[in-house]
């Protein structure tokens, strides 16, 4: 079991940057493999970066690739998303979500935080 809490939300211009952090409680936290996914309002859940156990493997959505980094520190039980260049498409609730398994972070993961708002205006 592994919970997670989110933080680092918040509103900012075009342009801007942001920087989410994902705390998570337990001590396996570099067994499991993490993510960012994001929901726009009226819109799905979509997946935005995950990246593996150990931060060597990491992997994005084409509407982030270059603008976004996601990031990992194990000793701290942290996962990050640094977000550059925001446009007013990014605006979104951002979850922070885990799973054992690489192909289940990518699908359905086992474990999510509560989210946190991102606003970007124009």
């Known amino acids: 079991q592994v919970q997670l809490v989110e933080s680092g939300g918040g509103l900012v211009q075009v342009g801007g940057s942001l920087r989410l952090s994902c705390a998570a409680s337990?001590?396996?936290?570099?067994?499991?493999?993490m993510g960012w996914f994001r929901q726009a309002p009226g819109k799905e859940r979509a997946f935005v970066a995950l990246?593996?156990?150990?931060?060597?493997?990491?992997s994005y959505a084409d509407s982030v690739k270059g603008r976004f980094t996601i990031s990992r520190d194990n000793a701290k039980n942290t996962v990050y998303l640094q977000m550059n260049s925001l446009k007013p498409e990014d605006t979104a609730v951002y979850y922070c979500a885990a799973d054992w398994a690489w192909s289940g972070l990518q699908s359905r993961p086992d474990y999510w935080g509560q989210g946190t708002q991102v606003t970007v205006s124009s």
């Open positions: 990246i593996s156990r150990s931060g060597g493997s990491t």
């Open positions: 337990g001590r396996t936290f570099s067994s499991y493999n």
